[in-house]
């Protein structure tokens, strides 16, 4: 009877393990085929979008190549935008400083900024990095600056002919017309320098009993510093970099003037720009009130 219930018992022990490998034999069978009947669900649906997207994308491709070979006609809804973007404003900075306190500057996106604050309707453009890079090639900038005009305005460029004041003296350079926009590139030269420069020549007055002590005043001081400015302050500064520092941008001429900040000028674009311009639309200056 004892051998009897050890075969039965060793037959139910066999038969259990054979139900569960023949449970884990069908749910690897399962699965694999559930994974097989998923891909090919797959690919029934996405098949009829991926052939339809091959013409749309080729559509695209050659809708931009159109745009592109035709950029003339762009132009014009361009310059109409940047145009009628300067008139919705309800305050726009007749002067605009662009500073710098990046270590690597790129004439072409300052070129750009040029032409776009031409093209809003801004009358005057500070140009200021600490190191004076831009001063000492003014020259260079300013060939930028007509080739970027010429790109982004076209034959419209030539409305905008700017005077390129690059020296202390302010005298225009010798290539382009004197007249409006004004273009004036500065370095730390044209700020506490200037300064300096002023008072000095305030003291040599005094010295040479020109004047006296008691005739030297702030509103003085200021005349001379105008005069060798010769634009009028700056109502917006747009800052590029991350240094938290003016670096020396015309400390005089700066005390009602409202900074913005952007992480850089390389590859800035125009509604990084645009946007600067709403921000100085949207502050309220008190004026000390």
């Not at 809804?77 to 710098?100: A, C, F, M, Q, Y």
């Not at 200021?128 to 034959?155: A, C, M, P, W």
């Not at 030297?216 to 005069?227: A, F, N, P, Q, Y």
């Amino acid at each position: 009877m004892a051998l009897l219930y050890g075969l039965l018992w060793r037959l139910l022990l066999f038969l259990l393990h054979s139900n569960r490998a023949l449970v884990s034999w069908l749910r690897v069978r399962l699965r694999n085929w559930k994974g097989r009947l998923w891909e090919r669900a797959m690919a029934t649906l996405l098949l009829p979008m991926s052939m339809a997207g091959f013409p749309d994308h080729r559509g695209k491709l050659n809708h931009d190549a159109r745009r592109t070979a035709g950029n003339g006609n762009c132009l014009p809804n361009r310059r109409h935008r940047w145009l009628t973007d300067g008139r919705s404003l309800e305050k726009l900075p007749n002067h605009i400083g662009l500073l710098v306190v990046e270590d690597e500057p790129s004439y072409t996106d300052i070129a750009n900024l040029v032409v776009w604050c031409m093209a809003v309707g801004i009358s005057y453009v500070s140009i200021y990095d600490n190191h004076g890079i831009f001063r000492k090639n003014n020259s260079r900038l300013l060939e930028v600056i007509l080739i970027q005009q010429q790109h982004l305005l076209g034959t419209e460029g030539s409305k905008y002919n700017v005077e390129f004041l690059s020296d202390c003296a302010d005298k225009p350079h010798n290539n382009v017309l004197s007249c409006r926009p004004t273009v004036k590139v500065l370095s730390p030269e044209d700020g506490k320098q200037s300064i300096v420069k002023a008072a000095q020549q305030l003291c040599r007055s005094v010295e040479n009993k020109e004047r006296s002590s008691k005739d030297i005043t702030v509103s003085m001081l200021d005349t001379l510093l105008r005069e060798s400015n010769n634009i009028p302050d700056p109502e917006l500064v747009v800052k590029f970099g991350l240094v938290n520092s003016t670096l020396g941008f015309l400390p005089w001429h700066i005390r009602l003037t409202e900074f913005i900040s952007l992480p850089s000028h390389r590859n800035i674009s125009y509604e990084d720009f645009w946007g600067a311009l709403q921000r100085y639309c949207e502050c309220q200056q008190r004026l000390g009130q």
